[in-house]
């Protein structure tokens, strides 16, 4: 019996969308053939019932040529787009320009990052409003496109979830589930029984996965997951904590992983080592180490900046040499990568481009940090920053205002000794700070229950310990007596409520400002400002806590609309998580006491994407008061009305919340508060400079990622992506070729974009895809609507799909794509064409064959890319020019409708001219690959048993005292962790012998198209 399928052919798995590359001779074992296949980015074995041929059914270059079976332009170009899509080729992009946000150049710098990385790990910890949910969406994506996905999680805190799931359907067109305890019970118990019949694409919270019993199934049953992506990941920095846990048992179990941080990690303390060894333990295992690790960075980052200035090799050499002079210098030595540039440096003659590239990719990868870790400042990606322009708002209360509030702060001075010292007090003179007419309806709710109770208030501050005290008899007649003072002598419209109003209509009249938030503390407050605004006539909407999340992304979007609500009122946290860069004026209604919480509030709309010169901050202050005297006057002080400080929250959080309860200690005088006050300034200033020391050092150690940035634009500049025009004529042609009572034509109402008119045929093919792949969302659900009608619109313009929600976005990733790739497999495809090229530069009208191979690396790491070659018919030669730039060719090409009669003795000559082009390149690749591949496999492999053998020593150590005690409970643990110690070996073991196979280095090519290009002048 002879086999079915031999080496190089493209095989799918049966039943699946599985697409593989035999690269072995099959093997008889058990008198059954196997095959081993290059397939989504591994090698695996698989028997031969399993696999069916994948390959389009392409007949004989040569015989083609010789029976003038050449196809238009378009089609051929077509074909082109179906091998990029079914096969995606290393170099290009494919998630680019294809999501519903705005480009920019640093968002994609990540996702090469995350590509160029053998470690499928990523901590991108840019600043705020740069755009990281945006960027970890990109690598996601990017990684859809190219593999089969079966189990992505997303982690954050829970205030997140749905922002992120809000995110990835609005920019990405994915739905995420949001997954709750229960929802993950069910899954574990259905992967116990059968793992590979369920799949898991949701989102949970830090908080809950953190959970003892959940911990434990994961680190049981050790789930495969393709992508974890982890929001707020600083959360997970302190050791010995179950978040630190958490990250460490989710990275034994995750392909890939992508942490997301705002943090600015230095280099000299432990937080930025302790997620880099979450990610990658074997590689950050020790923090001194870590110190040593990362000293040699200064001088690969100098050699960079020498290179990039186009300095003399051998200064360049200079700069790189030092890293010897540390203790890392047998690192190096070893390292086929630094041995590659000193060889190459070492003859001291003038780089060309492919050197040039070749250099600057090598000792990028040489630092430690530059594969596994991004920032990106906002001042690094734009000069054009918002003004923050604020106005404070003075408030006087009257004698009657300020006998109220003296008398609350009376009252609750010495409410209850046990209370944190003025914390208690502060909580109802801040609400009469905040609103009278509020407080008076606060007091009515206290005197009702007979109780003070924090539990019921939105607040953001931490006030565990007491938090409900029972009036006395005296405290009830006390607050009586307030209330009916209030409802005698106080008006609704205070000092500070007359003073809003004059502020709100001159806003509300002033052309630059559309749309406006206001902020409180305070639910109560929220609610007397969205009365009154009412009164006035405006638009209002409120959120705070009490509003469901859902609800609340609701609300944003209809604020955000141009005809939507005009103020939006929100407290803290209500507003946490949601962006609002539409927006360009907030009011502090009230201050929060710590700087940082001002910070965020600013943040919700000064960040990526705010298109307003300048942003309007308006603060009220009520005169003799703690907010005027003390907070005020600090936040002034450290300028975060008018200066982003949003880096520091994360690291100086605990410190300010309790310098910020020392300042409200009752006890002290007015003098001292503003002397701890001052204090709290000066710890922020101090942070501040320290982070802009570590900003400098930053570039120096860990180096400012012009490599990838040039990346990205050589992928823009060159189109190594699929282009909108590439999907348009992949769609066009196939409706007007297959389904030609179809109709596909550009809108006459709407520049970029599209109308189809579907046929009962062309409605029935999709429909029998979408049945097929057996798969229900919300993106499939409307495409099958939008076919059932006459016509519909689509585009495939980012920039149309990031304004108009309306109109159907097409990507790669979309099922009117997907549907036509589908068609194409195992079709017959005429893979030639002839071109007319006019060539300003051409001293003669000629003629020339045009060849494009598909180049094929299986390593350590894996690559397919095009190979064109074009040869001169008359002079039998390679054209460089015309080669490198083929594919710019096509684009300014014509069909030729000439007969053109070339010899085949021209084309077998040609043909074996560009055959010998590509084995010579083949050679030297697989000469350079072989140099350095075994030492990366072997890094690798190492790392992959230090790992394992650390949590293998950890499970047993857990045994043996689980046996010192044994009893009914504890068999149950040992169990547990048997079955754990088990599946970690077999894990382990599909690792390893991936790794293994991956010591080959195995080249191949393969002719896929040709034609004729007619040169003319």
Partial sequence: ???????????????????????????????????????????????????????????????????????????????????????????????????????????????????????????????????????????????????????????????????????????????????????????????????????????????????????????????????????????????????????????????????????????????????????????????????????????????????????????????????????????????????????????????????????????????????????????????????????????QLNDVERFFYERISDLFLNLHPGCPPGFLLQMPLRQVASCIPASVEYLRDMYSKGMFDLSEEDYEEDISGIQKITFTKSDLENISYLIKFAEENISELDSKTIAFIKTIKETTSNDEIKKIIIFSFFKRTLKFLETKLKTLGLSVVRIDGDVPFIERDKIIDE????????????????????????????????????????????????????????????????????????????????????????????????????????????????????????????????KRQELELFDKERKKIIGQNNYFTEQVSDILENEKFITPLEIINFISTFINDHYPKSKFRASKKNGGVFQISPDPEFRTFIREFLKRGNVENELIERFLDLTSRDDFEITFDYKIANTDQSIEFVTLRHPLVKAIISFYKNKEFKAITKIKFYDEEATQERDYLFFIYLLEISSFTNSLTFVPVVVDILEQTINDKYSENLFEIFKKSNDLLDNINISEQDINLCKEISENFVIEKKRHRENELKEINESLVNDQLSSLKQTFDINTAKIDETIEKIKEHLDNKSMKILKMKESQKINLARNYENKREILESNKKVIVSHELICGGIINVRR
């Fill in 559 to 686: 604020f955000a609309k141009a005809d939507g609500y005009q103020i939006l009122l929100s407290s803290d946290v209500g507003g946490e998580g949601l962006d609002m860069q539409f927006c360009n004026c907030m009011f502090n209604y009230d201050l929060p006491w710590n700087p940082m919480k001002i910070e965020q509030r600013i943040g919700r709309l000064d960040r990526y994407g705010q298109k307003s010169p300048k942003i309007h901050i308006y603060n009220f202050s009520i005169e003799r008061t703690i907010e005027s005297d003390i907070f005020l006057r600090l936040c002034n002080r450290i300028g975060v009305f008018e200066q982003y400080i949003g880096e520091l929250e994360p690291i100086l959080g605990n410190q300010i919340n309790q310098l910020t309860r020392e300042i409200i200690n009752p006890k002290l005088t007015l003098e001292q508060q503003k002397t701890k006050a001052d204090q709290v300034a000066l710890v922020i200033e101090k």
């Fill in 1 to 395: 019996m002879n086999p079915i399928f031999s080496k190089g052919q493209i095989v799918r798995l049966v039943n699946t969308e599985k697409i593989g590359f035999i690269y072995e001779d099959p093997k008889i074992i058990s008198g059954e053939y196997y095959y081993t296949l290059f397939i989504e980015n591994s090698q695996k074995t698989y028997s031969e019932e399993s696999l069916e041929s994948a390959e389009v059914t392409k007949r004989d270059i040569n015989v083609m040529f010789r029976e003038n079976h050449f196809v238009p332009l378009k089609d051929f170009m077509s074909y082109l787009t179906y091998i990029k899509i079914e096969i995606p080729l290393s170099n290009n992009l494919y998630a680019f320009l294809s999501s519903r946000t705005e480009f920019q150049v640093h968002q994609f710098k990540p996702v090469l990052k995350y590509l160029n990385s053998p470690y499928q790990r990523l901590l991108i910890a840019d600043e705020v409003g740069v755009g990281k949910t945006i960027e970890a969406g990109i690598i996601y994506t990017e990684l859809l496109s190219r593999y089969d996905l079966k189990n992505v999680l997303i982690i954050c805190p829970s205030a997140l979830h749905y922002k992120w799931q809000k995110e990835m359907k609005k920019r990405f067109d994915e739905d995420f589930s949001i997954i709750d305890s229960n929802t993950l019970k069910i899954f574990f118990r259905k992967y116990e029984r059968y793992s590979s019949g369920v799949s898991l694409k949701g989102i949970a919270s830090i908080q809950m996965l953190r959970n003892e019993e959940i911990l434990k199934e994961f680190e049981r049953l050790q789930i495969p997951f393709d992508l974890v992506i982890i929001d707020e990941a600083h959360h997970m920095r302190n050791e010995s904590t179950k978040s630190n846990s958490l990250g460490k048992i989710i990275s034994g179990i995750a392909d890939g992983m992508i942490l997301l941080s705002a943090t600015p990690l230095q280099l000299g303390d432990k937080d930025l080592f302790n997620l880099l060894n979450i990610m990658l333990p074997e590689h950050f295992d020790n923090f001194d180490t870590f110190q040593e690790q990362v000293k040699p960075n200064e001088f690969i980052n100098l050699a960079l900046l020498k290179l990039s200035r186009k300095e003399s090799p051998n200064s360049i050499l200079h700069a790189l040499n030092k890293v010897e002079q540390t203790n890392q210098r047998e690192r190096f030595l070893a390292n086929p990568n630094y041995n590659y540039c000193i060889k190459l440096l070492s003859k001291n003659t003038l780089l060309d481009s492919e050197e040039t590239a070749h250099l600057q990719r090598k000792l990028s990868d040489l630092n430690v940090l530059s594969q596994v870790y991004t920032r990106t400042k906002k001042k690094e990606i734009t000069t054009e920053f918002p003004i923050r322009e604020p106005v404070t708002i003075n408030v």
